[in-house]
Each structure stands twice: as structure tokens, then as C-alpha cells.
């Protein structure tokens, strides 16, 4: 029980817990799914979408943006803050450099962490998927919660059914991936999560050049068609087992 412990944001409860910041993380939860999986010289981020109504414009819906040229950054759960590209804009003014995608989810983790320790103030109900790649051309990838960790990753997923997409990605992860190969991983995963299939998929690429890459639909539905022919051919091997037994 939280009792009152959960109404001050700086008050432990007995057990360790700061409570606004478990509810943070179950507003997370609630959120879309994202996933995000680094290849051998490409990352993918890949978003569900929710149907939007008949009367919205489908373009101001965003679970992926740019922060800079080179960053790019996908959200789960409340509607993400615009300070992040503030400072990277204000790093290039300053330093005459781009940021690093690491200096970045720092800074974001940062504030992330700030509004755990105020009074008078609430945690973001955010989880971000941050990937990028700096001078060296190594791909990367980190997320944040909203404590203000952070970490970097091969492959993640935040947002709703995280726990079973992450058990995925572990399963069917491998080191070194083509391009292709870490797009159709990508797709895949959100398939364990969305029903309706390439719809309500979004999917932003970005190689060794920094450039990002937005698939289109009918791209989308292709790779789909792809994994759902490699499924039946699995159910049809299985089949003859099963009568085995």
C-alpha cells in the first residue's frame, strides 16, 4: 500500500520506493510500444502507431522525431519535451561540434532525474529510445527512463508489452546483422504487440551516414508478407512432429 508515502514526490517509502516515479513508469507502460535494434552499421527504430480519428491529421502524430542531424529519438508514453533539441542546437552554437548521441541521453536522463528530487514538480512519464552515430560511425543506441537512468543497448523495447518484446529480441537477436536482416527484426518484434499488422507500423532507419530513412507503407507491408510466409513455412515443418506424437 502506498499510504502517503505517494504524495510528495522527495518522501521514501519504508520499503525504498519513490511512488510518483513507480506511477511514471506505469504511465510509460501504458504508452505505444517502441523498439529499437542495432545492426552491424545501421539502427532501427520501430514505433506503433495508434489509428488516429477520421478528422486528424496524421502528421502532427509523432512517436519518432530528430533531435539533430544525426539523432534521432522514439517515446513511450506522455508526449515528449522539445528541450532535448534545444540543447543540441545550443551544443553546436556553443562548441562548434554536433553532440554525441552518449552527451545526449545524458543530458536527457538528466532532467529525467532532476524532477525525481523537487518538490512541487512531477516525474516525466517517459521512457525515450535514442540511436545515432557519432564521428566513429559505430552505431548506437540508449534509452532513459524516467528515474534518469540510463543505458545503452543492442536491442530494447519500451512501452506497452515491453517485457514480452524484450524476451523476443533476446531470443532472435544476433551480433553483426545485415541491414535488412535488423529491419525485419525490428517489424517482427512489434508484430508480438500489434495485431493489426503494417498499418500501425513506423519504422525510421539510419546508417553509417547519418542519414534517416522513414519506410514507407508499402514497404512496411512487404517485409510483413515476408515474416508471415516464414511462419507458415515453420507451422508446416511442425506439422508432421506433431502428428509424430
Not at 552499421?41 to 495508434?50: I, P, Y
Not at 519518432?64 to 542531424?69: A, K, S
Not at 546483422?177 to 513506423?202: C, D, F, H
Amino acid at each position: 500500500m502506498a499510504g502517503s508515502y505517494d504524495r510528495a514526490l522527495t518522501v521514501f517509502s519504508p520499503d525504498g520506493h519513490l511512488f510518483q516515479v513507480d506511477y511514471a513508469l506505469e504511465a510509460v507502460r501504458k504508452g505505444s510500444c517502441a523498439v529499437g535494434v542495432r545492426g552491424a552499421d545501421v539502427v532501427v527504430l520501430g514505433v506503433e502507431k495508434k489509428s488516429v480519428l477520421k478528422l486528424q491529421d496524421d502528421r502532427t502524430v509523432k512517436k519518432i522525431c530528430m533531435l539533430d542531424e544525426h539523432v534521432c529519438l522514439a517515446f513511450a508514453g506522455l508526449s515528449a519535451d522539445a528541450r532535448a533539441r534545444i540543447e543540441c542546437q545550443s551544443h553546436r552554437l556553443t562548441v562548434e561540434d554536433a553532440v554525441s548521441i552518449e552527451y545526449i541521453t545524458r543530458y536527457i536522463a538528466g532532467v529525467q532525474q532532476k524532477y525525481t528530487q523537487s518538490g512541487g514538480v512531477r516525474p516525466f512519464g517517459i521512457s525515450t529510445l535514442i540511436m545515432g552515430f557519432d564521428s566513429d560511425k559505430v552505431p548506437k543506441l540508449y534509452q532513459t527512463d524516467p528515474s534518469g537512468v540510463y543505458s545503452a543497448w543492442k536491442a530494447n523495447s519500451i512501452g506497452r508489452s515491453s517485457k514480452t518484446v524484450r524476451e523476443f529480441l533476446e531470443k532472435n537477436y544476433k551480433e553483426d546483422m545485415s541491414k535488412q536482416e535488423t529491419i525485419k527484426l525490428a517489424i517482427k518484434s512489434l508484430l508480438e504487440v500489434v495485431q493489426t499488422g503494417a498499418k500501425n507500423i513506423e519504422i525510421a532507419i539510419m546508417g553509417s551516414d547519418s542519414i534517416i530513412q522513414r519506410l514507407e507503407l508499402s514497404e512496411i507491408e512487404t517485409v510483413v508478407a515476408e515474416i508471415e510466409a516464414e511462419n507458415e513455412k515453420e507451422k508446416e515443418k511442425s506439422k508432421p512432429l506433431s502428428t509424430q506424437q
